[in-house]
């Protein structure tokens, strides 16, 4: 795999709006269509991009993925569908541990799967909340990643 982690640009709003939407529908089946595809459009066109760094990771010019950071935090990290399970979502959090000392994200408690993610790149849960704080009323719990003293990005 050819990856290429790069900033996108408002441009590419759309595409990582569709991707987000696609991602979040497969893998939170229970919230799906919780938003048309032209509000999504202008929440990253909006929010996501003006508020936050927002990376793609790109094979051969392709979105798979994509990282919103804003300062220590990770607002979204997707990955598309059927790409998941091939590394995309570990560059993804390599690229964020190297320029942070330190990350903290919110997922939701019944996404088994990103919690198995962000455990296994060294995440450990800090706080769990129960749906009140959130738009869709599901629990969800934050999670924190810190360097090293030694400086390891591990």
Known sequence: MTLVIRRLSLDEMDQAALLHRAAFDERLPWLAGLHTPAEDRAY????????????GALEE???????????????????????????IGSHLIAFAK?????????????????????????FV???????????????????????ALAGAAG
């Not at 979105?63 to 935090?73: E, Q, S, V």
């Not at 990770?74 to 059927?82: E, K, N, S, T």
């Not at 629990?139 to 810190?146: A, E, G, L, N």
């Open 61 to 87: 010019g392709v979105l798979l993925g994509f990282l919103a950071l804003r300062a220590d935090w990770v607002d979204q990290l997707y990955i598309a569908p059927g790409q998941q399970g091939r590394g």
């Open 44 to 55: 990253f066109r909006e929010h996501v991009y003006p508020g936050s760094a927002v990376h």
């Open 125 to 147: 849960a800090v706080q769990e909340r129960d749906g009140s704080d959130n738009e869709e009323g599901e629990p969800d719990i934050r999670y924190h990643w810190k360097a």
């Open 98 to 122: 190297a320029v942070s000392p330190a990350l903290q994200l919110w997922t939701f408690k019944r996404n088994a799967g990103a919690r198995r993610f962000y455990e296994h790149h060294g």
